[in-house]
């Protein structure tokens, strides 16, 4: 079945880095735009990034611009996010998702998502 | 950056009630909204896009409707199993979401 699963969260110390894998399988990744999303401990989603098809178009949400990157590797169905420069207000489940609409830069809205894996940046 | 504004915050409804969730944009996206249903511990589910296409699978009690800078999430005859929280999103310009209406038993 269609299915996304996060991997590599866990407790970094402020400053720290991290990165975190999504692993697709059921369908063709090669086919679908990706994101991250997270949510922060009782509190609303919040998109991340996103990368197209090739990864020539990546955006990214301002409160991680500069510190976080998104890629991607269609030969193993994988989209991964370095995370850089962690701080406490980066604590959250951490979601990968799949673009919904295909052939339309994204992001767009998403059709399926993984479990999440949670980050705690905590001293 | 696009403000997603969603009320209220909370609601209360017993079971048949009908409810809707009003979702306000800080400027237009056309008709470029999804809503998403997300109960405890569990990812977001998607309902709706483009403001008013139902997802498959769905129930029909869901339904959508607006454009430009408003938009509604109905939900009619209220299930037990719609107890959860609802969230929009807009991707006119990049991505955002709402903060979030949690619907709860009366």
């Known amino acids: 079945q269609v299915q996304l699963v996060e991997s590599g969260g866990g407790l970094v110390k402020p400053g720290g880095s991290l990165r975190l894998s999504c692993a697709a399988s059921?369908?063709?990744?090669?086919?679908?735009?990706m994101n991250w999303l997270r949510q922060a401990p009782g509190k609303g989603l919040e998109w991340v990034s996103y990368i197209s098809i090739s990864g020539s178009d990546i955006y990214y949400a301002d409160s991680v611009k500069g510190r976080f990157t998104i890629s991607r590797d269609n030969a193993k169905n994988s989209l991964y996010l370095q995370m850089n420069s962690l701080r406490a207000d980066d604590t959250a489940v951490y979601y990968c998702?799949?673009?919904?609409?295909?052939?339309?830069?994204?992001?767009?809205?998403?059709?399926?998502w993984g479990k999440g894996t949670t980050v705690t940046v905590s001293s | 950056d696009i403000q997603m504004t969603q009320s209220p915050p909370t609601l209360s409804a017993s079971i048949g009630d009908r409810v809707t969730i009003t979702c306000r944009a800080s400027q237009s996206i056309s008709s470029w909204l999804a809503w998403y249903q997300q109960k405890p511990g569990k990812a977001p589910k998607l309902l709706i896009s483009k403001a008013s296409s139902l997802e498959g699978g769905v129930p029909s009690r869901f339904s959508g409707s607006g454009s430009g800078t408003e938009f509604t999430l109905t939900i009619n005859s209220l299930q037990p199993d719609d107890f959860a929280t609802y969230y929009c999103q807009q991707y006119h310009s990049y991505s955002s979401f709402g903060q979030g209406t949690k619907v709860e038993i009366k």
């Open positions: 998702a799949r673009d919904a609409v295909t052939l339309v830069r994204g992001p767009n809205y998403m059709d399926v």
């Open positions: 059921g369908f063709t990744f090669s086919d679908y735009y």
